[in-house]
């Protein structure tokens, strides 16, 4: 099994790398208010240790309900992470949904994100493979952890072996996601560095009927619960206003406890590769 190692901007990413963190809000809602939290990340980052990489979609493709807000757009989306990469030296991550937007993400950010809805549409995986970029895959919350290797090889048959793959819960019921957190071993034995998505995992699918509901209070539970089981980063969707999020407004987390959380986190982290 071959083990790579790899950049995302700045930030080192492997099996034996530091512990980094994926964070920003669920989807683009302004410059300005991405600006403002990127600019936050950056103190985080620097007080914590814990390297950053900001995220945030262009477009969210798979909301509940039909009126539901989906973000700028493609063109309008890039503007502003192009923006928020030139402005605070951050890395930007950013999902896409379609085969035809890997090129022309991929000239903007410094990894491609495929949502854990698509995790096993090929032509996708294959269209972010080829741009040679980092791909962030998702795990699906309908598959097993052994099954995403189907979806690592597709992208390592475009000759691209920089993945990242990303835990998010497991449907369980009705309007429930439950954590194993053995999958995070489990994904890691197939020779990619393994993130957790803390705040994802505590979303209730449809729960408020036309929008998700969540419990983001157990957002930190769980960070820290899959760092002492191996994870390799955290994936945590903040905001300065959580409640006016126009995504996921139930689970984002504030972000003014993410310093705390990430220090507790890099000294769980020490104490576990060592």
Request: glycine share 8%; net charge negative.
């Given at each position: 099994m071959k083990i790579m190692k790899f950049k995302i901007g700045n930030v080192d990413i492997g099996l034996d790398a530091p512990l980094f963190a994926i964070a920003g809000p669920c989807v683009i809602e302004s410059k300005d208010v991405c600006l403002g939290i990127a600019e936050q990340l950056v103190k985080i980052a620097a007080k914590s240790g814990v390297e950053i990489i900001f995220k945030a979609s262009f477009d969210k493709a798979n909301r509940s309900s039909i009126s539901s807000f989906r973000g700028p757009g493609l063109e309008k989306g890039?503007?502003?992470l192009a923006a928020v990469r030139k402005e605070t030296g951050l890395?930007?991550?950013t999902d896409v949904h379609e085969p035809g937007q890997a090129g022309v993400v991929s000239k903007v950010v410094d990894c491609l994100q495929v949502p854990a809805f698509l995790c096993r549409q090929t032509d996708l995986l294959c269209a972010c493979g080829q741009t040679g970029k980092p791909v962030n895959i998702k795990k699906g919350q309908f598959i097993s952890p052994d099954e995403m290797k189907n979806a690592l090889e597709k992208v390592r048959a475009c000759g691209n072996e920089k993945i990242i793959l990303t835990e998010r819960g497991t449907f369980f019921g009705y309007n429930r996601l439950?954590?194993?957190m053995t999958a995070i071993d489990t994904m890691k034995k197939l020779g990619c560095p393994v993130v957790f998505d803390a705040t994802h995992s505590t979303q209730q699918p449809g729960g408020?009927?036309?929008?998700?509901?969540?419990?983001?209070?157990m957002a930190p539970?769980?960070?820290k619960a899959a760092v002492a089981a191996g994870a390799n980063g955290l994936f945590v969707e903040v905001h300065t206003e959580p409640k006016k999020s126009k995504s996921d407004a139930a689970c984002i987390m504030p972000i003014a406890w993410?310093?705390?959380l990430l220090?507790?986190?890099k000294k769980i982290s020490e104490v576990v590769r060592k």
């Open positions: 890039l503007e502003i890395p930007v991550m439950v954590n194993d408020l009927g036309d929008a998700s509901a969540g419990r983001r209070e539970i769980l960070a993410l310093e705390d220090c507790v986190c």
